[in-house]
């Protein structure tokens, strides 16, 4: 069994492509929250929050007018996914509780799937280690883009918006492994599709859920 | 402005609360296979559906716009293998050259 420091170590060479990409995101999250949150709140954001997924989700809803209680809606839906991932890393946590939070709290997309043994279980120390750059990272993106954010122009003609769904094509590609992640993926995105025009932003993206728990029926 | 720090005050914990449900709630029991097997598939569900809603959604609405492109170009990428950086810059820069020349 290697150490701690080793596996740590480990994560974080794993997790620094991860840090520059999500550095890129979080700048153009910068650059678009700088008019409708202040140079200060995004920044304090990205450092209380830490999660591209419910700060994208919440700022859209703020840039199209929506008030506090939905823009919160719609980043703890973005977000409810962290409770089953929370879930499902569980059992591999040993130790006393702030022990069990210090691991559970730099949990994200990428270092859940980059932890993950494939047998159910997760290696707790590579996770926090594949977390540090991304977190150094969306900090450092948040803090450049709201600074150089007032003289881009318009964030849209650079293409910013683009970032976010191709950093989640990243991290997608490196999960479907197999027919029923396969068939979970594809679930996922019909009822996103069809239930956009119909529900709340955020709603669709909790929804997709249903094709986990339909997919988990397949044989594997 | 209020409502800005509300909804981050708000983000913060309920993200936190979130993560750490599991963990403290259920530290060192293994979950039923059946959920097991749910769990292991929600991240490809939900990331699938945030591509989509990131690439198609315009508020309430499904939209064909630049960042088609721009995500085709992403799915290329990485199929390709190329580094995560070359997939996310190449795909806002094919959106941004896309919205320049229509």
New interface residues.
């Given amino acids: 069994m290697e150490g701690t420091r080793e596996r740590r170590r480990a994560g974080i060479r794993r997790g620094l492509?991860?840090g520059?990409?999500v550095f890129?995101?979080s700048v153009?999250f910068g650059v678009l929250a700088r008019p409708?949150?202040?140079p200060v709140?995004p920044i304090?954001?990205s450092i209380?929050?830490?999660?591209g997924?419910?700060?994208?989700g919440?700022l859209a809803v703020?840039i199209?007018g929506g008030?506090?209680g939905a823009?919160?809606a719609a980043?703890?839906l973005?977000?409810?996914?962290?409770?089953?991932?929370?879930?499902?890393?569980?059992?591999s946590?040993?130790?006393r509780?702030p022990s069990?939070?210090a691991?559970?709290?730099p949990?994200v997309?990428a270092s859940?799937?980059a932890a993950s043994r494939g047998d159910?279980t997760f290696d707790p120390w590579y996770l926090v280690g594949v977390s540090i750059p991304q977190y150094v990272g969306w900090v450092l993106g948040t803090a450049i883009g709201v600074l150089i954010g007032p003289r881009l122009g318009d964030p849209?003609?650079?293409?910013?918006?683009?970032?976010?769904?191709?950093?989640?094509?990243?991290?997608?590609?490196e999960?479907?492994r197999g027919r029923?992640?396969?068939a979970?993926?594809?679930?996922?995105?019909g009822?996103?599709?069809v239930l956009?025009?119909?529900v709340?932003?955020g709603l669709?993206?909790l929804?997709?859920?249903?094709?986990?728990?339909a997919?988990?029926k397949m044989r594997s | 402005m209020t409502s800005v720090w509300l909804v981050i005050a708000a983000l913060a914990l309920a993200t936190a609360a979130l993560k750490l449900a599991g963990p403290l709630a259920l530290g060192g029991t293994p979950l039923r296979p059946g959920a097991l097997s749910v769990v292991e598939l929600l991240a490809s569900a939900l990331l699938a559906a945030l591509i989509v809603v990131e690439t198609f959604g315009k508020g309430r609405s499904l939209v064909l716009d630049a960042r088609v492109l721009g995500a085709a170009f992403a799915g290329v990428a990485v199929w390709r293998r190329a580094p995560m950086i070359v997939v996310v810059l190449g795909a806002a820069a094919v959106t941004a050259l896309a919205r320049l020349l229509s």
């Fill in positions: 492509p991860f520059i990409a890129a995101i153009s409708v949150m202040g709140a304090v954001m209380l929050v830490f999660s997924a419910a700060q994208f919440a703020l199209a008030g506090a823009a919160i980043g703890v973005l977000n409810a996914r962290y409770l089953a991932m929370g879930l499902a890393l569980a059992p946590l040993r130790g509780a069990r939070a691991f559970a709290l949990l997309d859940w799937a159910g849209n003609a650079l293409g910013l918006d683009a970032l976010f769904p191709a950093f989640f094509i990243v991290l997608l590609f999960e479907v029923r992640r396969l979970a993926a594809a679930g996922g995105a009822i996103a599709l956009t025009p119909l709340p932003a669709p993206i929804a997709a859920a249903a094709a986990a728990v997919a988990s």
